[in-house]
Nanobody
Framework: QVQLVESGGGSVQAGGSLRLSCAAS????????MGWIRQAPGKEREGVAR???????DYATSVKGRFTISQDNAKNTLYLQMNNLKPEDTAVYYC?????????????????WGQGTQVTVSS
């Protein structure tokens, strides 16, 4: 089992920045891929970014150039640096992990999920 705990959400004005963190514990050696998925009110979950154990990252088109995913394997921590935030980025952001051999931003590949952290961007 893998446990994931997010932190760093909050409220900012448009154009501002936030950094989310996700601390992983448990059988972290089994993790092959980690990602961030968000869900806005009344909308389906959307994959935002993912990174493989080897450090290969990918992003949703809507956040490319503004968000950066990174990881500190020594600390078992995942990050999401979010710059130039827009009101449409408002959502609950979930950290997720997968022990399978596929790494994409599709939320269906992830078997482990954190509890989520709220990000609110005002105009």
């Amino acid at each position: 089992q893998v446990q994931l705990v997010e932190s760093g959400g909050g409220s900012v004005q448009a154009g501002g920045s936030l950094r989310l963190s996700c601390a992983a514990s448990g059988y972290t050696d089994d993790i092959f891929c980690m990602g961030w998925i968000r869900q806005a009110p009344g909308k389906e979950r959307e994959g935002v970014a993912r990174i493989s154990r080897g450090g290969v990252a990918d992003y949703a088109t809507s956040v490319k150039g503004r968000f950066t995913i990174s990881q500190d394997n020594a600390k078992n921590t995942l990050y999401l640096q979010m710059n130039n935030l827009k009101p449409e980025d408002t959502a609950v952001y979930y950290c997720a992990a997968s022990s399978g051999g596929i790494c994409t931003i599709a939320e269906t590949i992830f078997g482990y999920w954190g509890q989520g952290t709220q990000v609110t961007v005002s105009s």
